[in-house]
């Protein structure tokens, strides 16, 4: 009923930047907190930043005054900005948004496919 499609990843060089993108469509009648999680090879997964339905905000340690999440309600689409990135900043990163599909009661947890992002001299 709901896509969550993510593109933007790719190879960066150390202090480089990238921008993600996750778009959500289908039966969607309103998003609640919409989240970047990210997963590297043989780590759980986990939170790299989260937004609220009213714009509230909220980071990983790790990522603190290097990335930046942002969200557009009338394209139901979430950003984030990544930069001065690191090494250790490669994973797969995936998207996720708390949805109440049309003619729903409930909120669902939806995920995106994930979008690999290496950083790499």
């Known amino acids: 009923q709901v896509q969550l499609v993510e593109s933007g990843g790719g190879l960066v060089q150390p202090g480089g930047s990238l921008r993600l993108s996750c778009a959500a469509s289908?039966?969607?009648?309103?998003?609640?907190?919409m989240a970047w999680y990210r997963q590297a090879p043989g780590k759980q997964r986990e939170l790299v930043a989260r937004?609220?339905?009213?714009?509230?905000?909220n980071y990983a340690d790790s990522v603190k005054g290097r990335f930046t999440i942002s969200r557009d309600n009338a394209k139901n689409t979430v950003y984030l900005q990544m930069n001065s990135l690191k090494p250790e900043d490669t994973a797969v990163y995936y998207c996720?948004?708390?949805?109440?599909?049309?003619?729903?009661?409930?909120?669902?947890?939806?995920w995106g496919q994930g979008t690999q992002v290496t950083v790499s001299s």
């Open positions: 996720n948004a708390r949805v109440i599909v049309v003619g729903g009661h409930y909120e669902y947890n939806y």
């Open positions: 937004i609220t339905s009213t714009d509230s905000t």
């Open positions: 289908g039966s969607i009648f309103s998003i609640n907190a």
